[in-house]
């Protein structure tokens, strides 16, 4: 897979590669003790250096995910992953896994509609508007609203994580969230590229997501393409 650190607001590489890893262990393509291949052949594949995939490969093992056998080469380890980057999100490719990505749409700072219903302690809050991938198959359309007490949500600054972002810019992490899922039409605002045209039935995910205060301080809509991305949750 061709990874690209051109991309403004890209995560690292290196990032990219552990966190396509631990959605590869998290789908079942990969298993306990299976050993991965050759570091310059993983490095080809990749299209990158050695010491960017030597990097990867140790935050794996930070994260109790990979097992480094001087001699004899690197090995998967299953467990319950600690701080993935995108270990709440829930859709995967049909075949299992695929790396996160997103087109920023739009950002703006709003008074919270009407239609909304009740999260977080403002009246006002970001309303993030983005275009999903899984490695380069687009599979929805979302909208993040953050509520305004948690921060200032700064465009330039934004990357393809949003809880990286809030993590990393507005100091907090998101702990736990609560997902509803149905079906509802492709919104108006919906881009052109969209893989399904305004009004189309498609999956529906509305998620509350918390830190470490009482109310939930972000509500996210997102709309998938269910020929393209199936929702996942797997229980351990």
Same mark, same amino acid.
């Given at each position: 897979m061709n990874l690209s650190n051109q991309k403004r607001n890209a995560l690292p590489v290196y990032v990219q590669i552990a966190e396509l890893?631990?959605?590869?262990?998290?789908? $079942?393509?990969?298993?306990h003790g299976d050993r991965l291949p050759p570091e310059r052949e993983m490095a080809a594949e990749f299209n990158t250096s050695v010491g960017t995939l030597r990097k990867a490969l140790a935050e794996l093992t930070n994260k109790g995910l990979l097992e480094r056998i001087q001699g004899s080469g690197n090995y998967i380890k299953t467990g319950q992953v600690r701080d993935s980057v995108y270990g709440m999100f829930r859709l995967e490719l049909p075949e299992g896994g695929g790396l996160p990505r997103a087109d920023l749409l739009s950002?703006?700072?709003?008074?919270k509609p009407d239609h909304l219903p009740?999260? $977080?302690?403002?009246k006002r809050g970001a309303r993030i508007r983005r275009l999903r991938?899984?490695?380069?198959?687009?599979i929805a359309?979302?909208?993040?609203?953050l509520d305004e007490s948690a921060g200032q949500v700064t465009k330039d600054a934004l990357s393809d994580s949003l809880y990286r972002y809030y993590q990393k810019q507005l100091g907090f992490?998101?702990?736990?969230?609560?997902?509803?899922?149905s079906i509802s039409e492709v919104p108006s605002w919906a881009p052109e590229t969209f893989t399904k045209t305004p009004g189309t039935p498609v999956g529906y995910i509305e998620r509350y997501s918390w830190s470490d205060r009482d109310l939930p301080i972000e509500f996210?809509?997102?709309?998938f393409d269910t020929d393209q991305a199936l929702y996942v949750q797997r229980l351990k």
């Open positions: 890893i631990i959605r590869d262990v998290s789908s $079942g393509r990969l298993s950002v703006e700072t709003l008074p009740e999260f $977080g302690y403002a991938y899984l490695n380069d198959t687009i359309v979302e909208e993040i609203w992490w998101i702990t736990r969230a609560e997902d509803r899922v996210s809509r997102t709309w």
